[in-house]
């Protein structure tokens, strides 16, 4: 019993010891654990080179559609090389094998490869059978990946407007940049993963549209926009010009509906071009606008009261003596009225009219039409223009700037300031996004923005009836005009400063034409400029009017108003009072020299001389004759099972007859001219209509004949 009891003590202890050893072995591998993890920094940097995160890539940009929802900037994707230059032991073998992989310099690679930070890119947007080469290499420290590229599925289609964004996602132009916090995401994460020995496992980043930004619904119609630029680069080729501009503003709201720029880019191979080629010079560049500043000059005079209608400047023979300057019109004029001198463009005539109201008048009235200030559109870079303070200038200063010399505009200026007329006196912020969107949710409208009025409604429709003038066929816009569709417009045509020389050029014009349709319901404003035409004439009469009408007929399509450019009118007797003034008109008391038989050659409009101002009116034969009364819509088809009530049509403009007449299936035709608002029809309001005569014939009348 003792022995087995001194057995059992024995095994007792040894399994004491044991355990204590155990316990031991634990507390002194605890302990080199806690050193390794906490105090021996060579630990925590093997740590480091098996797992490394953070690294932030850029991410997708939101989604920009034009206001019909078609897609203009879109994000995709994108295959990049990377590396990892503190993983890559033998970097020279490595850079000459990625830069065979990739066909291009080795010494390109190498300077990557030697870059101090821990990621970079090699290469960046390459081709798919390039990644398959890279993949296929295997090389330690090297991989592709995945990331957001700006694509423009439209191409050139209004690429000015739109902008670009870098190689890196930001937005470097134009609404890229101006909304370039809205439209870039949240930045992407990537972690690189790495076996025991260092080598890069993977690249893993989240979606690019995961991340992806805002959206962005612009004011612009790609329609409209189409139109317009195909418009504008045929007219630049056909006149050998340097370029041109076309701008449409919904005059209601703001909006800008196109904006045309030739020459274009296009923004998916922005590095191809010189990075001021893709400006847009609807915003960022000052010009002379030249004649088309007299109409806001009568604007301003008739709103200060200090002129009316009906009161008459003697333009003379032509010449006015401004101290250190002789104002000169291309032919004499006589008696004119403020319609007139819109009409034929006199450049004494503005002149009589500045003096007229005096300096401070005629400067604050520019002013309140947004010259010499930005618009506000918050586009980047826009200019300001020149408009200097009125108590520097000179007699000659001030007779100059009446009709457009020593004033500089922008594009959208001049834009805005004819869509203030066209909106009764009252000038708007330009419009370029309509909407916006976060992601997943629903479209938020921008504000419509007031900028205060420029003159009185009674003013602005003033205006706008005498500018009618300007498109009739004694005017110097007769090449504006639509079939069926008043115009009012303007013709400008701007000599450019020789910078070397300095002084105006003879022979580099900028051709101008501005107009408001239509002009008794004005829906549309558009500013047309060509750039140095190169050919015969480079006047805003024959280069820049024709291109307007061309352009407001197609955008007017897309408003339900169908037109067309006007055959070329015939001349009308000018009034009793211009007559006498006129030796080279009453020659045959008919206003112009007689016409050639119908069945003569009509000359080309623009074979007359051109002056430097605007071209001359001369017509050498008559057109084909214009039906007086076009229909607003097709040829009646089957005989309707309905019968259909007359609505009434008291004091609506033909525009918007067209479209109550569409709605209640009925055609309409007028009685006379087209101008101003219905003042009766036939059948009357009530009738009943049955059969396949659904016509209903309108009488209209313009706003001063009505009151």
Do not use: C
Request: proline residues 8%.
């Amino acid at each position: 019993m003792a022995m087995r009891s001194q057995a059992l003590d024995r095994a007792a202890q040894r399994i004491v010891w044991i355990r204590l050893a155990g316990l031991a072995l634990v507390l002194i591998l605890a302990a080199r654990a806690a050193h390794l993890t906490v105090a021996d920094t060579r630990a925590r940097n093997l740590y480091a080179m098996q797992i490394r995160t953070e690294q932030r890539l850029a991410p997708a940009r939101g989604t920009i559609f034009d206001r019909e929802g078609r897609e203009l900037a879109v994000t995709t994707e994108a295959l990049s090389v990377y590396a990892l230059p503190h993983l890559i032991t033998e970097r020279s073998k490595t850079a000459e094998a990625l830069a065979k992989a990739l066909g291009i310099d080795v010494a390109h690679v190498v300077r990557r490869l030697e870059a101090n930070g821990r990621f970079t890119y090699v290469d960046r947007w390459i081709d798919p059978s390039a990644a398959e080469r890279i993949h296929a290499l295997a090389l330690a420290g090297v991989g592709i990946d995945h990331e957001p590229r700006r694509a423009y599925p439209a191409g050139k289609l209004a690429a000015p407007l739109i902008g670009f964004a870098n190689i890196d996602g930001h937005g470097v132009r134009a609404i890229e940049q101006k909304e370039d916090d809205w439209l870039t995401g949240r930045p992407r994460r990537v972690r690189v993963e790495r076996d025991a020995r260092g080598r890069a496992l993977a690249l893993r980043s989240t979606n690019p549209r995961e991340a992806q930004g805002g959206d962005i619904l612009l004011t612009i119609d790609g329609a409209m926009q189409a139109a317009a630029e195909a418009a504008l680069q045929e007219a630049v080729e056909k006149n050998d010009a340097q370029g041109g501009i076309a701008l449409t503003l919904d005059p209601r709201t703001g909006d800008v509906l196109a904006l045309a720029e030739a020459p274009g880019f296009d923004p998916n191979h922005f590095r191809e071009f010189d990075y001021r080629e893709t400006r847009a010079r609807s915003f960022t560049d000052v010009v002379e606008a030249g004649s088309t500043m007299k109409a806001f000059l009568v604007a301003t005079a008739l709103d200060s009261g200090l002129i009316d209608p009906q009161r008459e400047f003697d333009t003379g023979e032509g010449s006015l003596r401004v101290r250190g300057k002789t104002i000169r019109d291309h032919e004499p004029h006589g008696i004119l009225r403020p319609a007139d001198i819109l009409r034929v463009s006199s450049n004494v005539g503005a002149v009589q009219i500045a003096q007229r109201i005096g300096r401070e008048v005629q400067y604050r009235g520019l002013l309140r039409f947004g010259f010499g200030a930005s618009t506000r559109s918050g586009f980047p870079m826009e200019s300001a223009g020149l408009v200097r303070d009125w108590l520097d200038w000179k007699p000659v200063d001030q007779a100059t700037i009446a009709f457009g010399q020593g004033i500089s505009v922008t594009p959208i200026q001049l834009a805005s300031a004819l869509a203030a007329l066209a909106n009764e006196g009252e000038r708007l912020r330009p419009r370029i996004v309509l909407a916006r969107r976060k992601p997943g949710g629903a479209w938020q409208p921008t504000e419509i923005h007031e900028e205060g009025r420029a003159v009185s409604p009674d003013a602005a429709r003033r205006t706008l009836d005498m500018m009618q003038t300007v498109v009739s066929a004694e005017g110097t816009g007769r090449l504006a005009a639509l079939a069926g569709v008043p115009v009012a417009g303007k013709t400008g045509t701007a000599q450019k400063l020789d910078v070397e020389l300095g002084r105006y050029s003879q022979q580099r014009y900028m051709a101008w034409f501005m107009g408001v349709v239509p002009a008794d319901d004005p829906e549309l404003a558009i500013v047309v400029v060509i750039d140095e035409p190169g050919g015969r004439f480079h006047s805003g009469g024959h280069v820049a009017a024709p291109v307007f009408a061309r352009i407001a007929a197609a955008q007017l399509a897309r408003r339900g108003i169908m037109t067309e450019p006007a055959p070329i009118p015939a001349p009308r007797p000018l009034p009793a009072h211009q007559l006498a003034e006129h030796p080279i008109r009453q020659a045959d008391g008919a206003g112009l020299p007689a016409p050639a038989p119908v069945a003569a050659p009509a000359r080309d409009p623009e074979s007359t001389p051109a002056s430097p101002d605007e071209p001359r009116q001369v017509a050498d034969a008559a057109p084909p004759p214009r039906p007086a009364a076009p229909e607003a819509a097709g040829p009646p088809g089957p005989e309707p099972e309905e019968p259909a009530f007359v609505p009434d049509f008291s004091g609506q403009t033909m525009a918007r007859a067209r479209r109550i007449a569409a709605s209640e299936a009925l055609r309409i035709t007028a009685l006379g001219a087209i101008e101003g608002r219905v003042v009766s029809q036939r059948p009357v309001p009530g009738t009943l209509l049955k059969g396949k005569d659904r016509t209903v014939r309108l009488r209209f009348a313009r706003h001063r004949e009505e009151g």
